[in-house]
T-cell receptor, first 111, second 120 residues
């Protein structure tokens, strides 16, 4: 089955800095890579996703890149704000459509 | 769109009692997932339904756990008997899966607000 590794487990940045979270996956058949944000006490919510026919996708301050050859994908947040503080999960899914989640990254943005 | 609706939001019960968690997926979605989230183990997939049929229940911890989906708009996760180690947040999520080949076969999951379960 799929195995997703996510790093770092905790990331602390100053407001305005950039943050990068990286994930690797094992199954070359995986073709869908969503990212979820979970604020404290709340549900995971999709913030951006990318499919394997695209190398990069941007939405305002967030972007995701995908390297299929190396089997890794990353989330980039620019100009971080305190409200970006949350746990971020990556996931990888393929034809079986059972997505595998990473263990999460706790992002702390200091004002 | 009401989103995925879970009930109850919080449940506190004593060890040995039966616990039933409920989920109403988004109308039109044909896939439903039950997850358990703890600090130690992260987000674990327990069971996955497609068109009301259980497809993969390999994540169900043991026979004390059971899940049903009698129709497209309702699912339950039952724990009987409950144990303190079952304490966690349980999330239900739904999605629409496009069948067939191609890169559009995966769609994002929409999560409910979760049930925070405490077994004393």
């Amino acid at each position: 089955g799929e195995n997703v590794e996510q790093h770092p487990s905790t990331l602390s940045v100053q407001e305005g800095d950039s943050a990068v979270i990286k994930c690797t996956y094992s199954d070359s058949a995986s073709n869908y890579f969503p990212w979820y944000k979970q604020e404290l006490g709340k549900r995971p919510q999709l913030i951006i996703d990318i499919r394997s026919n695209v190398g990069e996708k941007k939405d305002q301050r967030i972007a995701v890149t995908l390297n299929k050859t190396a089997k890794h994908f990353s989330l980039h947040i620019t100009e971080t704000q305190p409200e970006d503080s949350a746990v971020y999960f990556c996931a990888a899914g393929g034809g079986s459509y059972i997505p595998t989640f990473g263990r999460g990254t706790s992002l702390i943005v200091h004002p | 769109d009401a989103g995925v609706i879970q009930s109850p939001r919080h449940e506190v019960t004593e060890m040995g009692q039966e616990v039933t968690l409920r989920c109403k997926p988004i109308s039109g979605h044909n896939s439903l997932f039950w997850y358990r989230q703890t600090m130690m183990r992260g987000l674990e997939l327990l069971i996955y339904f497609n068109n009301n049929v259980p497809i993969d229940d390999s994540g169900m911890p043991e026979d004390r756990f059971s899940a049903k989906m009698p129709n497209a708009s309702f699912s339950t996760l039952k724990i009987q008997p409950s144990e303190p180690r079952d304490s966690a947040v349980y999330f239900c999520a739904s999605s629409f899966r496009v069948f067939g080949q191609g890169l559009i076969s995966n769609q994002p999951q929409h999560f409910g607000d979760g049930t925070r379960l405490s077994i004393l």
